[in-house]
C-alpha cells in the first residue's frame, strides 16, 4: 500500500492529465466506497483467485489511496524553492523526485503514514467476509465452542494492542530522528 501509494501520488502530481485525471477519479472512486462492499466484489468478480490474496489486494489498493493522498501533501509541502534549485540544477526529473523531493516530504508524512499502517492492520477482521481466517473470526470460533466469548474477543483485542502499541511507538522513535535531519 506504501509503494503503490507512493506511486499514484507521483503519477498524480508529474504525469500528464490525460493519465493523472482517470488515476484521480479511480483512486478517489476506492477511497469513498467501503472496503467490504470491494471485499465482496472482488471475492465474487474473480472465484478462482484465493480468498487471502484477494483480502491482501484490496486491502492494500484500499489504503494506498489513503497514503497517496498523505504523500501528495508531503509533495506539495516541499517548498517551492527546492524545486526551482533542482531545476536550476538541471537535476534530471528522476533524481529531483529520488533526491530532493521524496526524502524532504516522507518526513513529514511519517506520522499520518504510520496511522494508516496500523489502520490497515485493525481492518483484517473485515476479511472474514470473503472466508478468510483471521483473528477475530479465531476468538469467535474459539467463544462458540466453549462458550467463552468474553475472555476470546479480549485476548484478541489485547493481541491487537500488542501489535499496534509498538507500531505507533516506533512511528514516532522514526518520526523524532526524521525530524533531526
Given amino acids: 500500500a ?6 499514484v501520488a507521483i503519477v498524480r502530481r508529474s504525469a500528464p492529465a490525460i493519465i493523472a485525471k482517470p488515476v484521480h477519479w479511480v483512486m478517489e472512486f476506492i477511497r469513498m466506497t467501503p472496503v467490504v462492499i470491494q471485499l465482496l466484489f472482488v471475492y465474487y468478480a ?3 483467485w484465493e480468498p487471502l490474496w484477494i483480502g491482501i489486494g484490496v486491502l492494500g489498493i484500499h489504503y494506498s489511496t489513503y497514503m497517496a493522498e498523505v504523500y501528495r501533501s508531503g509533495i506539495d509541502n516541499v517548498p517551492k524553492g527546492q524545486w526551482e534549485a533542482a531545476t536550476a540544477l538541471s537535476l534530471p526529473r528522476s533524481r529531483t523526485w529520488t533526491r530532493v523531493v521524496i526524502p524532504q516530504a ?7 503514514l504510520g496511522t494508516w499502517v496500523i489502520s490497515m492492520f485493525k481492518d483484517t477482521p473485515f476479511l472474514f467476509v470473503i472466508t478468510v481466517p ?14 467463552t466469548y468474553v475472555e476470546a474477543f479480549t485476548l484478541a483485542g489485547l493481541i491487537f494492542l500488542a501489535a499496534s ?3 505507533s511507538i516506533l512511528v514516532r522513535k522514526l518520526e523524532a530522528r526524521l525530524a533531526r535531519y
Fill in 46 to 48: 474473480f472465484t478462482s
Fill in 106 to 112: 516522507l518526513r513529514t508524512t511519517v506520522p499520518a
Fill in 165 to 167: 502499541y509498538p507500531t
Fill in 2 to 7: 506504501a509503494v503503490l501509494g507512493l506511486v
Fill in 134 to 147: 483471521e483473528l477475530v473470526s479465531a476468538a469467535e470460533n474459539f467463544g462458540s465452542r466453549t462458550f
